[in-house]
């Protein structure tokens, strides 16, 4: 059974920070990109940042570039989203994402774990 487990989420101040972790299982992870999308009411999913299979390449959305660091840890089949400076426009559900567009092609969601940046 696929699992991917967000923890991490909470009420934080802006300046502040949080730490991400999705724990993965069911699927061997370390050939799976993953993702960190966020998604606020009303609007579509947007993603965050992402990290290809072996940890080489990341990508980041502009709007957090400088603030949100990715990173995986295989061995533990997880991975985070360290995330710094948080601002109020930060504020939203963080989804975790395994993609693999290769054979054998696969896409899973986690439930989601919500961030709030406020005073």
């Known amino acids: 059974q696929v699992q991917l487990v967000e923890s991490g989420g909470g009420l934080v101040q802006p300046g502040g920070s949080l730490r991400l972790s999705c724990a993965a299982s069911?699927?061997?992870?370390?050939?799976?990109?993953m993702s960190w999308y966020r998604q606020v009411p009303g609007k579509e999913r947007e993603l965050a940042a992402s990290?290809?299979?072996?940890?080489?390449?990341?990508n980041y959305a502009e709007s957090v570039k400088g603030r949100f660091t990715i990173s995986r840890d295989n061995a533990k089949n997880t991975v985070y989203l360290q995330m710094n400076s948080l601002k109020p426009e930060d504020t939203a559900v963080y989804y975790c994402?395994?993609?693999?567009?290769?054979?054998?092609?696969?896409?899973?969601w986690g439930q989601g774990t919500q961030v709030t940046v406020s005073s």
């Open positions: 994402k395994a993609q693999r567009s290769r054979f054998p092609k696969a896409q899973y």
């Open positions: 069911g699927f061997t992870f370390s050939i799976f990109a």
């Open positions: 990290i290809e299979s072996y940890g080489g390449t990341t």
